[in-house]
């Protein structure tokens, strides 16, 4: 497990790329028939990634519970937000299967006990992204596919960031304890998210973008409003995000990314904007 510490706003004006990429890129994501996990302690999120191929894959497979949680099992005070973005596949939670396409979510409540991934074709494996976050209390587990999420279409092409939010594990589509994600489609021809920028005091957020051609790249800001870095993402990264620190990107093509929350404020609208003219 990569193991991330919270970094100062004050320090990190001073970060070179390598720095930077180091403390809040996660490069690389899925490996086959391997559990990739980061660990942020901002919010105490973690990440994992896997594709299944070969074999039935365990959430656990790797990684020693007590020692990285204090616990026996992986979601024993965690909830879990994944969604399948390869091939079919199936997740099979604690003896319950649910069969998975791709952009569909699932979440798992704190509690689980074993959660195995599984892929329907070796040559087309799914790749399973997961959001994790401390929990206190049990919730459903819960299948969602793209008609579920509730669609939220903002930014127009004068501005080059129409898209549509969509937001599946969130307050108005069903209860968790801190945990929210969706995902973010933009139009063909738009490049930019999340402009005019914003901070959440209250909660942090990790990006992982997705759908990037080879040869195309999106830059990620980052920092301060008055002290803006930008890091470099490719396909199938993502990008951790503190609550002090802006999170926007511009790509040399349209792309897709799912953005992910945790912290004490479940309200999506509980954010702080920074008007274009006042970035630097």
Not at 9 to 28: G, H, N
Not at 206 to 225: C, L, S, T
Request: charged content about 25%.
């Amino acid at each position: 497990m990569d193991i991330r510490y919270s970094a100062s706003q004050r320090d990190f004006k001073r970060y070179t790329t390598e720095e930077t990429r180091a403390e809040f890129l996660i490069e690389k994501l899925f490996v086959a028939d391997e559990i990739l996990a980061t660990y942020s302690h901002v919010d105490r999120m973690v990440v994992f990634g896997c594709m299944p191929v070969s074999e039935a894959v365990p959430l656990d497979k790797g990684i020693d519970c007590m020692k990285n949680f204090g616990t026996n099992y992986v979601l024993e005070r965690r909830e879990l937000g994944i969604f399948n973005l390869g091939g079919e596949g199936s997740i099979d939670v604690d003896g319950e299967v649910f069969e998975t396409g791709f952009k569909d979510c699932l979440y798992v409540t704190k509690g689980t006990k074993q959660v195995t991934f599984r892929s329907k074709d070796a040559t087309k494996p799914a790749k399973f992204y997961m959001i994790s976050a401390p929990a206190h209390k049990v919730c459903k587990t819960t299948f969602l596919s793209m008609s579920d999420a509730k669609k939220k279409p903002v930014g127009d092409n004068a501005t080059a960031n129409k898209r549509v939010i969509n937001q599946f594990i969130h307050p108005d589509v069903l209860e968790t304890c801190q945990l929210s994600m969706g995902l973010t489609e933009l139009d063909s021809g738009n490049v930019w998210n999340t402009m005019p920028a914003h901070t959440h005091e209250r909660r942090s957020e990790i990006y992982y973008y997705f759908n990037i051609a080879e040869d195309q790249a999106v830059f990620h800001m980052m920092g301060e409003g008055q002290q803006t870095r930008h890091i470099l993402v490719g396909n199938e990264q993502a990008v951790i995000s503190p609550s002090w620190s802006i999170h926007a990107g511009c790509g040399t093509a349209n792309y897709t990314f799912i953005w992910a929350m945790c912290g004490e404020n479940l309200t999506f609208d509980d954010m702080d904007h920074i008007p274009i003219n006042e970035l630097r």
